[in-house]
């Protein structure tokens, strides 16, 4: 009963995870989460529902933490730092992603779907997707004056490339763009989580029945050859479909559409972007984007496995982790001058996409879908402008996905 009055009092004194952000500067991470990184790297933090967890915040601690097999992915354990509690109420009553799988079961899996997202066969794809880009900018062009660029572009590019990835149909489309998205938030209610989950699970289990009955060249139809040679349960391709669904699209909108804005705020890195067909620098403009703006904005969330130390503290067994990646993205003996956008920069070292065994799958179909746009929305529309005040943009603080709402644009 003691331990119990002592945590409670020491959350009473916590400052509540997540931090605001200050929405003068947009791209910058929370003015709070900057000061523990200088004053105090490893620091408790209270979450929504009262739960004290540690907050990992120096690039050393979390590119170890990544790789520390230690620690543990799997959401139905005891203690794990749920972002709201839907995430809590619903780990247990959903069929487990390979996200929130530890190895070796997690490994067994991912190799199933490494495949796919080989750094040549993306690449493979840039013909399609630089194609895709010209159309949607052909129909923003042909279209009202100004226009919101998130509806304009930014979703319905990555939902066409993971719609051709995957086998589904993009009519499709806002189908699951709407339910997948629902789980995004953080103020979201269990009830509204099982729903779409459901909703999703259905669609996708009945492509999976009709790709196995038809097999095409897609990644769905792959996931049915291994049900039926008995690699994979048929669940477990249905819910690789569903994160594949919804991972491959919401980021990558939000990080064309803020990335955008970004770029507007500095013409003279706009420029360089606009006037270059060198391979070399529209990839490391992509990483230094990401590295900027690291729109997974919550944190990556862990729970330890065994006693460990971590910057000077001791963590303890059952013990949450949160490594929130921006700030080992802006550490200035790393990044020098993180605060600036400089995409002559070598930002490949980022870690928007996680490090170790649970980095992000997608990584290279995100890289190309930046690329491509990126580059060829300037040269195209060079007089392109934000049509309104910065500071009246709906930006999306509120889950786990940084970005903004809409963005009209004009030219």
Not at 40 to 50: A, N, Q
Not at 147 to 173: K, R
């Amino acid at each position: 009963m003691s331990d119990i009055l002592a945590d409670a009092q020491e959350a009473s004194g916590l400052a509540e995870y997540p931090f605001p952000r200050d929405l003068k500067c947009p791209f910058d991470p929370p003015p709070e989460l900057r000061r523990r990184h200088v004053e105090e790297p490893v620091s408790k933090v209270r979450l929504w529902d009262g739960t004290t967890h540690w907050l990992v915040t120096r690039y050393e601690d979390q590119k170890a933490l990544y790789a520390d097999q230690r620690l543990s992915v799997d959401t139905t354990k005891p203690g794990f730092p749920y972002l709201n509690e839907a995430f809590r109420e619903t780990a247990a009553k959903t069929p487990p992603s390979f996200l929130n799988m530890d190895d070796p079961e997690h490994a067994r899996i991912r190799r199933m779907v490494t495949a796919p997202f080989a750094i040549k066969r993306i690449e493979a794809m840039r013909p399609a997707i630089q194609r895709m880009t010209d159309d949607l900018i052909d129909k923003m062009l042909a279209g009202p004056n100004p226009t919101d660029f998130v509806e304009a572009l930014a979703l319905p590019l990555p939902s066409l490339v993971i719609c051709e990835l995957l086998g589904v149909p993009y009519e499709d489309h806002d189908f699951f763009q709407s339910n997948s998205k629902v789980g995004l938030r953080r103020d979201v209610t269990a009830e509204a989580v099982r729903a779409s989950f459901g909703a999703i699970f259905q669609y996708l289990d009945k492509k999976l029945d009709e790709k196995i009955a038809d097999p095409a060249e897609d990644m769905l139809s792959e996931l049915g050859a291994r049900v039926q040679a008995g690699e994979l349960t048929k669940q477990d391709a249905t819910m690789l479909g569903i994160l594949l669904l919804g991972a491959g699209h919401e980021t990558s909108a939000n990080m064309l559409a803020l990335g955008v804005l970004a770029f507007l705020e500095h013409p003279e890195q706009l420029a360089i972007v606009r006037d270059t067909d060198d391979p070399k620098v529209l990839a490391k403009a992509a990483d230094e984007m990401l590295r900027y703006l690291t729109v997974v904005h919550s944190g990556q969330r862990r729970l330890a496995l065994e006693d460990l130390e971590v910057g000077g503290q001791q963590i303890r067994a059952g013990e949450g982790l949160i490594i929130p990646g921006a700030t080992g993205n802006w550490q200035s003996d790393v990044f020098p001058e993180p605060e600036k956008l400089d995409i002559n920069r070598d930002s490949r070292l980022h870690m928007a996409f996680g490090f170790g065994i649970h980095q992000c799958l997608g990584q290279p179909l995100a890289r190309l879908e930046l690329q491509v746009v990126y580059s060829t929305l300037f040269r195209r529309i060079p007089q392109l402008r934000l049509a309104v005040e910065r500071e009246t943009l709906p930006y999306k603080d509120d889950g786990i996905v940084y970005g903004v709402y809409e963005m009209p644009v004009a030219w």
